[in-house]
């Protein structure tokens, strides 16, 4: 960052000295400009004045070049390293959030479920959720202004999840005693949870993935006013050297060649890093994060569902849909399971496009999975609505061929499938930070040096007239 | 069914139809009229005894069951069996549908995770009536919406499961005489002595009712000054602050302070009352209802036999199964009941 205003300082020196040597006619005193006017009129109609007036231009507009290279450069290379450092991140933890919780919320009626004394592994995973959202909101908390809308989300979520906590607690507490207002209280604590903090904490994802695309954008944005002021470098520098080819017939000014070798290697470094860059940040969309952002909602999509189906038996037709026909939960874990079904058909055709086999296997798996967790659930409610309660949990919560079983299974494979576009993002996103790397110094470097070399070049021909 | 119907789902605004003749029956009759007057519980026991012919007046009061003017009124009870009792008898149990969640009612032990309540004793003493045994009994705790569908599916052979005995159901369905009489009443802390009932004593205050319930409706009736709504009822914002999908959400919102009072059934206050000791029924009961064991419709030769085993389940006076039951379960929450309500017949 500190390049372009050093840079661009230089080309005022350059223009200044031209009118130096030739030392102005000095007509009795106009204003600075019509002074300044005249005073290159008349340099112009000299070759000396002429060259000096070139080479003043070509260090210029190399510097120039370099200048805004450097500029844009630095600024693509910034939202790059925005991409990988930050935002991503960032997006990373807000999904991490939204899952915390909605996991939280599945592990609780599960553990509910079990009975009044929940299964120690079940309450551990609640633990553990509900202290990995609280430790990703302090961190997102850093790393956002209180007053954006990131950052009020924030506040909700910060407000809501001891309320959740406190909810759960008693519903534990009073189940722990056996009564049935536990149960009331977990459909509480569910409904702050599927109410309130999840669609906060989707906005908070949201926001930031937005953000994460808009670094993207700018990283991934041709730059369009370096290579413009390349090519104009370029032209003008080969224009020069023509020139002085007629004039001359000397072939070779080296101080022009060694100008144009720099602006042309600089050219050429910045329209290959750039599309480079470019590309692989187009990779670490297409492959990772459009993959990760429908695989985090696919699995927050099978969170909700399972919460939805233990709910289902915990309120056993206690709440009904609005129009009071059908169960609410029954009702919402169809919607859920349906979203599902449709997110991860997205995510399989995402790495049938862009041909990753690898990444398409959990998913498959996943699918497969949620196939099974369809089929034992129809079987689990028919056991249920036929009044074999026992039987219907067994099918619901046990250990073996139950829809948990089924649920756990989807759940490990979107794990891994986002596990390994997370690794494809990162290192796409790396090699596209990387391959902007040194290009806004070399620029500098570049630039400088071929402004002292057509300076020096278009200087050795001056001095001949002396 | 128009209302939702949370909670034990009992529609509760039909059965006020054709109450007027109950009235005036329970007035003519002043002995059988109320379970709350206790000086009358000894004389009560009489009445109520084995002898289950009933006070004369009511026979005379009573309307024909198509008009549906009494709908408590049902067939004599008897022991002759037809399809129903014989198909029970063959499989050699019995299949109630019951609830599982309603505390002191039907709800499991969280112990030994058997089903447990007042509703629960009574399908035993069916089953032992029937198949000799009261543990030949298969339990399916069905939803509130699935009641009457278990009934019209075969799934069971008999609900019980605090359901009000109404016109509509009448309709579907086939009921026992009452085997217990609720009424809705405020429930509110016991601290709390600035409620007193369902009177002026709620304006200002924060009332909480299951949605579509018959305490909404009395409420939107006459609400005394209370809140009971919420902003968006009705609708997919809808909070879930005043009116809530089951009663016993009401008081979760009541014990961390975000209502003042419920209005309810006095059987599940009675069972929100055991499940918080700081918490009180205020005031008398302001409507009346009674609860049937149902059978599928028309499976009169069920409902004799229940009909039968009810009489001997009321019969004994303060010794009688039923209030053994009763005293076991309902006593602490609903105290003061002498004795259960007098059966009623068609005929």
């Given amino acids: 960052m500190t390049h372009?205003?050093?840079?661009?300082?230089?080309?005022?020196?350059?223009?200044?000295?031209?009118?130096?040597?030739?030392?102005?006619?000095?007509?009795?005193?106009?204003?600075?400009?019509?002074?300044?006017?005249?005073?290159?009129?008349?340099?112009?109609?000299?070759?000396?004045?002429?060259?000096?007036?070139?080479?003043?231009?070509?260090?210029?507009?190399?510097?120039?070049?370099?200048?805004?290279?450097?500029?844009?450069?630095?600024?693509?290379?910034?939202?790059?390293?925005?991409?990988?450092?930050?935002?991503?991140?960032?997006?990373?933890?807000?999904?991490?959030?939204?899952?915390?919780?909605?996991?939280?919320?599945?592990?609780?009626?599960?553990?509910?479920?079990?009975?009044?004394?929940?299964?120690?592994?079940?309450?551990?995973?609640?633990?553990?959720?509900?202290?990995?959202?609280?430790?990703?909101?302090?961190?997102?908390?850093?790393?956002?202004?209180?007053?954006?809308?990131?950052?009020?989300?924030?506040?909700?979520?910060?407000?809501?999840?001891?309320?959740?906590?406190?909810?759960?607690?008693?519903?534990?507490?009073?189940?722990?005693?056996?009564?049935?207002?536990?149960?009331?209280?977990?459909?509480?604590?569910?409904?702050?949870?599927?109410?309130?903090?999840?669609?906060?904490?989707?906005?908070?994802?949201?926001?930031?993935?937005?953000?994460?695309?808009?670094?993207?954008?700018?990283?991934?944005?041709?730059?369009?006013?370096?290579?413009?002021?390349?090519?104009?470098?370029?032209?003008?520098?080969?224009?020069?050297?023509?020139?002085?080819?007629?004039?001359?017939?000397?072939?070779?000014?080296?101080?022009?060649?060694?100008?144009?070798?720099?602006?042309?290697?600089?050219?050429?470094?910045?329209?290959?890093?750039?599309?480079?860059?470019?590309?692989?940040?187009?990779?670490?969309?297409?492959?990772?994060?459009?993959?990760?952002?429908?695989?985090?909602?696919?699995?927050?999509?099978?969170?909700?569902?399972?919460?939805?189906?233990?709910?289902?038996?915990?309120?056993?037709?206690?709440?009904?849909?609005?129009?009071?026909?059908?169960?609410?939960?029954?009702?919402?874990?169809?919607?859920?399971?349906?979203?599902?079904?449709?997110?991860?058909?997205?995510?399989?055709?995402?790495?049938?496009?862009?041909?990753?086999?690898?990444?398409?296997?959990?998913?498959?798996?996943?699918?497969?999975?949620?196939?099974?967790?369809?089929?034992?659930?129809?079987?689990?409610?028919?056991?249920?609505?036929?009044?074999?309660?026992?039987?219907?949990?067994?099918?619901?919560?046990?250990?073996?061929?139950?829809?948990?079983?089924?649920?756990?299974?989807?759940?490990?494979?979107?794990?891994?499938?986002?596990?390994?576009?997370?690794?494809?993002?990162?290192?796409?996103?790396?090699?596209?930070?990387?391959?902007?790397?040194?290009?806004?110094?070399?620029?500098?470097?570049?630039?400088?040096?071929?402004?002292?070399?057509?300076?020096?070049?278009?200087?050795?021909?001056?001095?001949?007239?002396? | 069914m128009t209302a939702k119907d949370p909670g034990t789902g009992r529609g509760r605004l039909r059965r006020l139809r054709g109450w007027g003749g109950v009235t005036a029956m329970a007035a003519a009759c002043a002995v059988t009229a109320s379970l709350t007057l206790l000086p009358l519980s000894h004389q009560g026991d009489d009445v109520f005894g084995p002898q289950v012919t009933g006070p004369g007046a009511a026979h005379a009061l009573q309307a024909r069951a198509d008009t549906c003017t009494d709908p408590e009124a049902s067939v004599r009870p008897g022991e002759v069996d037809g399809d129903a009792v014989r198909k029970i008898k063959e499989r050699g149990k019995l299949i109630a549908g019951v609830d599982q969640n309603s505390f002191q009612w039907g709800f499991r032990n969280p112990e030994s995770g058997d089903l447990e309540g007042f509703d629960i004793d009574l399908v035993r003493a069916i089953a032992k009536d029937i198949l000799g045994d009261g543990g030949k009994v298969i339990f399916r705790a069905i939803p509130t919406n699935q009641r009457i569908a278990a009934l019209e599916n075969d799934k069971v052979d008999v609900v019980v499961r605090t359901m009000t005995i109404n016109c509509a159901r009448l309709q579907q369905v086939s009921f026992s005489t009452a085997y217990f009489q609720a009424g809705q009443q405020v429930l509110a802390a016991k601290e709390d002595h600035s409620i007193t009932g369902f009177n002026s004593t709620l304006a200002g205050k924060r009332v909480c009712t299951a949605e579509g319930s018959t305490a909404y409706e009395a409420l939107e009736k006459e609400s005394f000054g209370s809140a009971f709504k919420d902003k968006h009822d009705g609708t997919a914002a809808d909070e879930d602050r005043l009116t809530v999908p089951n009663q016993l959400d009401c008081l979760v919102r009541l014990q961390l302070g975000e209502v003042d009072a419920v209005v309810t059934d006095n059987a599940l206050a009675a069972g929100q009352a055991a499940q918080d000791p700081a918490v009180e029924l205020k005031g008398d009961p302001f409507t009346t209802e009674y609860y049937g064991v149902a059978t599928k419709k028309g499976a009169n030769d069920l409902v004799a036999r229940v009909n039968k085993v009810l009489v001997d389940y009321r019969a004994g006076g303060a010794d009688s199964l039923w209030m053994k039951s009763y005293r076991e379960w309902l006593e602490d929450g609903l105290p003061g009941i002498g004795a259960p309500p007098a059966p009623k017949y068609r005929d």
């Fill in chain 1, 4 to 466: 372009p205003p050093s840079v661009g300082r230089a080309p005022h020196r350059a223009p200044e000295q031209p009118p130096a040597p030739t030392a102005a006619p000095a007509p009795p005193q106009p204003s600075a400009r019509a002074a300044a006017i005249a005073r290159l009129r008349a340099a112009a109609t000299t070759e000396p004045g002429r060259l000096q007036i070139i080479g003043a231009v070509l260090a210029l507009l190399v510097l120039v070049f370099g200048a805004v290279t450097a500029f844009e450069i630095s600024g693509r290379a910034a939202s790059a390293d925005d991409v990988v450092e930050r935002s991503q991140p960032l997006s990373a933890d807000a999904a991490g959030i939204y899952r915390s919780l909605a996991d939280a919320d599945a592990a609780a009626a599960s553990g509910f479920l079990a009975g009044p004394q929940e299964p120690r592994a079940v309450h551990e995973q609640y633990v553990k959720d509900i202290e990995e959202a609280s430790r990703l909101l302090v961190k997102a908390a850093a790393n956002t202004d209180a007053g954006t809308t990131s950052g009020r989300e924030i506040t909700t979520l910060n407000e809501g999840l001891p309320r959740y906590a406190g909810l759960i607690e008693r519903a534990r507490a009073a189940n722990r005693q056996g009564l049935p207002l536990g149960g009331a209280y977990l459909r509480y604590a569910n409904q702050q949870m599927s109410g309130e903090l999840l669609p906060a904490a989707e906005r908070l994802y949201k926001a930031e993935t937005g953000r994460l695309d808009g670094d993207h954008r700018s990283a991934r944005a041709r730059p369009w006013f370096s290579l413009g002021a390349g090519v104009l470098a370029l032209a003008v520098l080969v224009w020069a050297q023509r020139r002085n080819y007629r004039r001359t017939n000397r072939v070779f000014n080296h101080g022009l060649v060694a100008a144009t070798a720099a602006a042309t290697v600089l050219l050429l470094w910045l329209a290959v890093g750039h599309t480079v860059a470019r590309s692989d940040l187009a990779e670490a969309d297409s492959h990772g994060q459009r993959s990760m952002d429908v695989l985090n909602r696919a699995r927050i999509d099978s969170l909700k569902a399972r919460a939805d189906e233990n709910l289902t038996v915990v309120a056993r037709g206690a709440v009904l849909t609005a129009d009071g026909k059908n169960d609410k939960y029954e009702t919402d874990y169809t919607a859920g399971m349906k979203a599902l079904g449709e997110e991860l058909a997205a995510a399989v055709k995402l790495a049938d496009d862009t041909g990753d086999t690898t990444g398409g296997k959990p998913v498959a798996a996943a699918s497969k999975a949620v196939t099974e967790w369809q089929e034992r659930h129809r079987t689990a409610r028919k056991t249920d609505d036929a009044g074999d309660y026992e039987s219907a949990l067994e099918q619901i919560i046990g250990q073996e061929n139950s829809t948990g079983e089924s649920f756990k299974k989807v759940d490990d494979a979107l794990r891994d499938a986002l596990a390994h576009e997370q690794d494809d993002f990162t290192r796409a996103a790396r090699d596209g930070r990387g391959a902007l790397g040194g290009l806004p110094v070399g620029a500098a470097v570049l630039a400088v040096l071929g402004a002292v070399a057509a300076i020096v070049g278009i200087n050795r021909r001056l001095s001949e007239f002396r």
